[in-house]
Each structure stands twice: as structure tokens, then as C-alpha cells.
Nanobody, 118 residues
């Protein structure tokens, strides 16, 4: 089993920045690929970014968000810059043992809320 704990969410004005963190514990060999997802009210869950064999980003965040990992600290980060109202959502950290991030993600955190205001 893997436990994931997110932090760093909050309220910020449009144009501002936030950095989310996700600490993994447990059987961390199952965290070959880790990613950030988000879900806004009334919308489907969206993969924001993932880090495994390759790093990928949703088109909506390219150039604004950066995903990174500190393997020594078992921590995944998401640096979010130039935030817009459309970035408001619950953000979830997730992990899978699939190095290519293929298939579903097996492990999920509880989520951290990001609210962007004008």
C-alpha cells in the first residue's frame, strides 16, 4: 500500500502562484509514475501533469505549471504560476507502479483545494 498526502493548497488571486506538495509513504516502489489531477465542481477529473518515464502536461497548464520530484524526500511537487480562475479545483496526487504512467492510477491522496479569485 501507498499513502499520499497533499499540502500547499489555498486561496490566491489570479496571476499568483502556489506550490503543491505530495509526500508518499508505505510501499513507495509502487510510485514509479506520479501525477497531479484536478476536479472542479461539475467537471470531469483532469490529469494536470505526470512524472514517470516522461513528463507530460495538460495543454491548459503548459508553460505555467511545473511538476517535479524529490526522490530522496519521496515528495512530488506542482509549481503553479500565472493562476487563472479556471485553475480553481480540488487537486489530487496519484501514483502508479507503471513507469510509463499507462493505465489507471492505483493510489490517491485526499486532495487539496486551490481557489483562484479575481
Amino acid at each position: 500500500q501507498v499513502q499520499l498526502a497533499e499540502s500547499g493548497g489555498g486561496s490566491v488571486q489570479a496571476g499568483g502562484s502556489l506550490r503543491l506538495s505530495c509526500v508518499a509513504s508505505g510501499y513507495t516502489r509502487s510510485t514509479s509514475c506520479m501525477g497531479w489531477f484536478r476536479q472542479a465542481p461539475g467537471k470531469e477529473r483532469e490529469r494536470v501533469a505526470s512524472s514517470g518515464a516522461i513528463t507530460t502536461y495538460a495543454d491548459s497548464v503548459k508553460g505555467r505549471f511545473t511538476i517535479s520530484r524529490d526522490n530522496a524526500k519521496l515528495t512530488l511537487y506542482l509549481q503553479m504560476n500565472s493562476l487563472t480562475l479556471e485553475d480553481t479545483a480540488m487537486y489530487y496526487c496519484a501514483a502508479t507502479s507503471n513507469w510509463w504512467c499507462a493505465g489507471g492510477f492505483n493510489y490517491w491522496g485526499q486532495g487539496t483545494q486551490v481557489t483562484v479569485s479575481s
